[in-house]
C-alpha cells in the first residue's frame, strides 16, 4: 500500500514555490542574494517565474497580493511511472487531478494532504538543467 513500489517511489523533489507580492523585485532577490538562474517557463502564466539551481531544482515565484501564503505554496515530488503512481494514491481514497503535461513534456497532478498542504507528483523535466 502506498507509493512503496520502486516504479512509483518518491525520486526527488523537483520543485519549491514561493508567493510573493512583486514578483519583479523577488526575481531581482533571488538572482542577486541566492544567486539562483531564471530560465524560461513551462506554462503559460505571466504571474510566475521559473528559477534553477545547478543541481536542477527549480525554484518558482509566483506573484500573489497575498503573500506569502497558500494555495499555490507546495513541493513536487518526481516519479519514473506518473499514471501508477496516481492511480495508486487513488486506490488508497486520496482525491487527486488529472495528470497535465507542460509545454516541456513534463507531467504532472495535485493532490492534498490530511491538513489540506498542497502536494505535487511530477515526470522528470523535460528541457534538463539549463543553468
Known amino acids: 500500500m502506498g507509493l512503496n513500489a520502486d ?3 518518491l525520486k526527488a523533489i523537483n520543485h519549491i514555490t514561493y508567493n510573493v507580492r512583486d514578483k519583479d523585485a523577488a526575481l531581482k532577490w533571488y538572482q542577486e542574494v541566492l544567486g539562483v538562474k531564471q530560465i524560461p517557463s513551462m506554462v503559460n502564466n505571466d504571474n510566475l517565474y521559473w528559477l534553477q539551481l ?9 506573484e500573489n497580493p497575498d503573500a506569502p501564503s497558500a494555495p499555490s505554496h507546495h513541493t513536487a515530488f518526481e516519479v519514473d511511472e506518473i499514471a501508477a503512481a496516481r492511480e495508486e494514491l487513488l486506490s488508497i481514497g486520496v482525491e487527486c487531478t488529472d495528470i ?18 498542497r502536494l505535487e507528483i511530477c515526470t522528470k523535466s523535460g528541457f534538463g ?3
Open 54 to 62: 545547478p543541481s536542477g531544482a527549480m525554484v518558482h515565484i509566483i
Open 129 to 131: 538543467v539549463l543553468v
Open 100 to 117: 497535465q503535461t507542460r509545454n516541456d513534456g513534463q507531467q504532472a497532478f495535485y493532490f492534498h494532504d490530511p491538513d489540506h498542504n
Open 7 to 9: 516504479n512509483i517511489r
